[in-house]
Each structure stands twice: as C-alpha cells, then as structure tokens.
T-cell receptor
Framework: KNEVEQSPQNLTAQEGEFITINCSYSVGISALHWLQQHPGGGIVSLFMLSSGKKKHGRLIATINIQEKHSSLHITASHPRDSAVYIC?????????????FGTGTRLKVLA | GAGVSQSPRYKVTKRGQDVALRCDPI?????LYWYRQALGQGPEFLTYFNYEAQQDKSGLPNDRFSAERPEGSISTLTIQRTEQRDSAMYRCASSRTGVGWNTEAFFGQGTRLTVV
C-alpha cells in the first residue's frame, strides 16, 4: 500500500465541470503539497498547506489533518487544466526535507 | 538563475555506459534534492544535500548511483554501468532550506534518460 494514495487515477471532464481530486495519506505529516505536471514534464507548485483551505483563482485545496485527507478542486474547468496533478506530503522532523509523492491523477478536460 | 535548470533534457545511452546528469538550483537555495520518476508514477526520493553535505542518500537504488554537490551549488548525479531499468525521468529540486514543514521545493524540467 502506497503511503500517499490519489483518486481517481484518471479523470476526463467536460469544459466547465467542477472537478475534485483526492489525496489520502497513512501517517502524520507536517505539510502537503499539490503539484501540477505539464505534458512536457515540467512540475509547477500549486499549493502547500498544513491545515484548512487555500484558494488561488479557480483552484481550491483543502486538508483535514484528523482524517489524513486532502482535496484539490477545480471550478469551471478548462482544457488548459489538462495535466497530471500530484499530491506530495512532508513528514514531521527529522524527515521534513523529504517529499513522498502520490502516483498522480491524470486529468483531461474536453472542449 | 530564474529556476532550477537540468541538463541534458534528454539522454539516450547504451547499456553499460556511464552518464552524468546535472542540476543547477535556484541561486541561494541551500537544499537540493534528486528524485526519479518512472512512467505513470509519482517521483521517488533519491538523495538530499544541505549545502555541499549529502545528508540522506537512502533512496539511491544501488552503488552504481552517486551524487555530489562539491561547492554547495551545482549537483551531478552519476549512474555507472547503466542498465535498461535505469530509464526514467530524473528530477532535481531545490529549496531555500530543507528543514521546515513549509519549505517549498521548486522542480526542474527533468532529464529523461533512456538506456538502450
């Protein structure tokens, strides 16, 4: 069992749909990072959070520390949102430098 | 530099050859990480440097893999006697510091290594 699990693994949506990607982890963490991997391979940071909720444009990330669960929401999805979304966690000290990654959710938004 | 720079972007090598992958982190970033990403998988930790000190190499798969960061800036990941199973995307990341829950890492574009 992976320490960080994402669901769904693949997701196809129509433009304008509300999208939710889930991330569950099995141990206590100090922070969780949502990343976007473009088709060309580059990785871009979206959010880093340890509690509550963060919003940036059409993206919203939430985390529930007690339930060891985070969600990434995309409102009014657009074809340019098509990418792989990766959840990564950081452990408490002394391992806080190391990310443990989920396998990613491949999102395709159709026009 | 403006971002983490890796070179080469693509490397095709014959089995048994040695390869060296380079990472140039964001200027001033103390911490540097190497990850390996197989197709369809999330990245996996290889090794971590704080300045020039290699503080964790627990993710290096075997002794054919080594990494150095002699002056605390540019890092080189070397794979000796490459094997086909070494084929993957090798990613470098850097951060201002390593320790701390909210220290964000910035990733390079990666080097896609193919061993034929």
């Amino acid at each position: 069992k992976n320490e960080v699990e994402q669901s769904p693994q693949n997701l196809t949506a129509q433009e304008g749909e509300f999208i939710t990607i889930n991330c569950s982890y099995s141990v206590g963490i100090s922070a969780l990072h949502w990343l976007q991997q473009h088709p060309g391979g580059g990785i871009v940071s979206l959010f880093m959070l340890s509690s509550g909720k963060k919003k940036h444009g059409r993206l919203i990330a939430t985390i529930n520390i007690q339930e060891k669960h985070s969600s990434l929401h995309i409102t009014a999805s657009h074809p340019r949102d098509s990418a792989v979304y990766i959840c990564a966690v950081k452990y408490p000290p002394p391992g806080t430098y190391k990310y443990i990654f989920g396998t990613g959710t491949r999102l395709k938004v159709l026009a | 530099g403006a971002g983490v720079s890796q070179s080469p972007r693509y490397k095709v090598t014959k089995r048994g050859q040695d390869v060296a992958l380079r990472c140039d982190p964001i200027s001033g970033h103390v911490s540097l990480y190497w990850y390996r990403q197989a197709l369809g998988q999330g990245p996996e930790f290889l090794t971590y440097f704080n300045y020039e000190a290699q503080q964790d190499k627990s993710g290096l798969p075997n002794d054919r893999f080594s990494a150095e960061r002699p002056e605390g800036s540019i890092s080189t990941l070397t794979i000796q006697r490459t094997e086909q199973r070494d084929s993957a995307m090798y990613r470098c990341a850097s951060s201002r510091t390593g320790v701390g829950w909210n220290t964000e890492a910035f990733f390079g574009q990666g080097t896609r290594l193919t061993v034929v």
